[in-house]
């Protein structure tokens, strides 16, 4: 036998093999008792508000984070607070050594001391001078008037000019240098309250309330100004989540959310959700993911929220009102469309439906909503449809209220 002929042989056999086994499924079906029931689970359709939510994961951000740092140089002489610690606005964290401030300020207060008695100086004489210059003047002013009468000569007249011009110079001079006196002293005042604020600087305190973490310095350590972070505070009440939408969802959302604050519900592991409200939605679109920037704020006044976390995220855009749903195992995929199997006087047949959506509670079943084909009350297979043929008798393996709205 050549290799063709074995391949036709080969093929032969394999059909027959095939006719045989669906004429045994024909046989089987068709020798199946007509007065049997089939087993099958059911559920009836319900009547309930249905939430339209937009799950994501979201991660958990503080709302104000600080890395604090010495506005000082200097030896670390106290840390003041516990690793770990909440602490409020103002609260004392570090003690900076202040020997070396403390003594520049105590030399800039002499020399202010010193620049203040030089401007009071300047000013006597300048009403010492002052005086002087008043009694040249009315001198001059005689001798002038006496010249002009002959009863002094020129010389003479010019000599009391000269001094009275004399004593008017030295005047401008005195009250130059009181000038002069004066800013010495607004400089040494303007150091010393600069050394002052130095001063406030080395008792380092909390600029947010927050939560501190560790202590990146302890006593004995020398830190520079603006250098070294000191520790970190995270506010931790109320915090943020930031999470992620597909951008389809945009329009939606800005309408919504228009009308008030949308509310967002987070789940940290097993604990319970926990309600938020939208208050940021970003300027951009990410073109590599195709979804926008969101972020919700929670009170977390339990700090169940920790920063860093990542958490399930319910967006809820809205709340459809009675609507009518059942297990969404129920629902079949036919040739044209879908359909579900509904059970009526023990006996079940297919119903095309009309699907909206599909929504899954917390721990509970997956729902379809019903747009059309269900009724409230109806009876629908959620388990054992493969044996079922139209209008073929049943039998329940449950009760018919095993599914319930929730």
């Known amino acids: 036998m050549n290799l063709r002929s074995s391949v036709g042989m080969i093929l032969l056999l394999t059909g027959a093999a095939l006719t045989v086994i669906s004429c045994a499924r024909v046989a089987a079906k068709t020798d199946t008792d007509p007065g049997a029931d089939t087993p099958v689970r059911v559920a009836r359709a319900a009547t309930q508000d249905v939430p339209l939510d937009i799950a994501a994961v979201g991660n958990v951000e503080a709302v104000n984070s600080v890395d604090v740092k010495s506005r000082v140089a200097g030896q670390v002489e106290r840390v003041a607070f516990a690793e ?3 602490v409020a606005r103002g609260q004392l964290l570090f003690t900076v050594d202040p020997d070396a401030l403390e003594r520049q300020a105590t030399e800039q207060r002499a020399e202010l001391a010193r620049d203040a008695a030089m401007e009071e100086q300047a000013r006597a004489i300048v009403a010492r001078d002052t005086v002087s210059q008043k009694q040249s003047q009315s001198e001059a002013n005689v001798a002038v008037q006496l010249g002009k009468l002959g009863v002094l000569s020129g010389q003479q007249v010019d000599q009391q000019v000269t001094a009275r011009e004399t004593a008017t110079a030295g005047l401008r001079s005195d009250e130059a240098a009181v000038v002069a006196a004066e800013a010495a002293k607004k400089a040494d005042q303007a150091r010393l309250a600069e050394t002052q604020l130095q001063l406030g600087f080395t008792n380092v305190t909390a600029p947010i309330a927050g939560r501190a973490g560790a202590a990146m310095v302890k ?3 020398v830190v520079r100004d603006n250098d070294t972070t000191l520790v970190t505070l995270m506010q931790l009440a ?3 989540v930031t999470f992620g939408i597909p951008e389809q969802a945009l329009a939606e959302v800005q309408r919504l959310n228009a009308r008030g604050p949308l509310s967002v519900e987070a789940r940290s592991g097993g604990g319970f959700p926990l309600e938020g409200r939208l208050v940021f939605v970003d300027n951009t679109v990410d073109a590599q993911t195709g979804t926008i920037r969101l972020k919700a704020l929670f009170p977390n006044n339990d700090s169940a929220l920790w920063p860093g976390e990542f958490v399930q995220i319910r967006l809820r855009l809205r709340i459809d009102s009675a609507k009518t749903v059942i297990p969404n195992a129920a629902v079949e995929d036919g040739i044209e469309g879908k359909y579900v199997w509904v059970v009526r006087s023990g006996r079940a047949n297919m119903t095309p439906v009309s699907v909206d959506r599909t929504w899954a509670p917390e721990n509970a079943t997956e729902l379809a909503v019903m747009r059309s084909g269900i009724r409230p009350g109806d009876m629908v297979v959620t388990e054992g449809q493969l044996r079922l043929t139209p ?11 095993a599914f319930s709205a929730r």
């Open 219 to 221: 006593a004995g350590n």
């Open 238 to 240: 109320p915090i943020d």
């Open 391 to 401: 209008g073929a008798h049943v039998s329940l393996l449950n009760g018919t209220d």
């Open 84 to 86: 770990g610690q909440n």
